[in-house]
């Protein structure tokens, strides 16, 4: 056999092989546009599915890889660490506790912790672990799963004066 006929047949083997790849994982995988991104069970009413936009989603992994451990009643590993802290951090979804805090002040409390904004020194600073950017996901998570549900607050007039 000359070398190009080798190589004609091993890149038609190779885009078989390729096509039957994609054929099997887009039957799998395929999935309707409006699972495009995640889902978070209501931890309220676990029949209630909430859906998430992509920053939610992406803070969604950072609370299940940094945050579960102390705000949620249970971790995907088991129990939590919640009601063995004193004080116990709030869930994650407790809007009673968390709606009225605005973004700007959980954006600092969770940079810092909780010594550097006169609360518990428990609550850890994240500010060298995560960006800030993930922070700002991470809040977008806590948003879309507050029960009762989160409220973006109304523009003050001072943000519309015209300068
Ligand atoms: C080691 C346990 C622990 C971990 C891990 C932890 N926290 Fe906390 N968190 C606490 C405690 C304890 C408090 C309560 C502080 C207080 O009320 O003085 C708290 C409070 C908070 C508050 C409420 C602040 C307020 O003023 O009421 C927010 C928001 C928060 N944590 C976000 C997070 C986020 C986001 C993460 C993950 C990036 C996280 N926490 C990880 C223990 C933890």
Request: with cysteine.
């Amino acid at each position: 056999m000359k070398w190009p006929s080798v190589i004609m047949i091993s890149a038609l083997v190779a885009v078989a092989a390729l096509q039957g790849c994609r054929q099997k994982s887009s039957a799998t995988d395929f999935k309707p546009p409006d699972k495009a991104y995640g889902s978070e069970p209501d931890w309220n009413n676990s029949q209630q599915i909430i859906s998430l936009n992509y920053q939610q989603t992406q803070g969604q992994r950072i609370f299940y890889s940094n945050c579960v451990w102390c705000h949620a009643s249970a971790t995907p590993a088991g129990p939590s660490n919640m009601s063995n802290l004193k004080p116990q951090p709030p869930l994650a979804n407790d809007g009673a506790t968390l709606n009225s805090l605005s973004n700007d002040y959980l954006q600092n409390i969770i940079t810092l912790g909780g010594s550097a904004m006169s609360k518990s020194a428990m609550m850890p600073p994240w500010g060298r672990t995560l960006k800030q950017d993930e922070i700002r996901a991470v809040i977008a998570f806590v948003r879309a799963i507050a029960q009762p549900p989160y409220q973006q607050p109304a523009r003050t007039s001072s943000q519309y004066s015209e300068k």
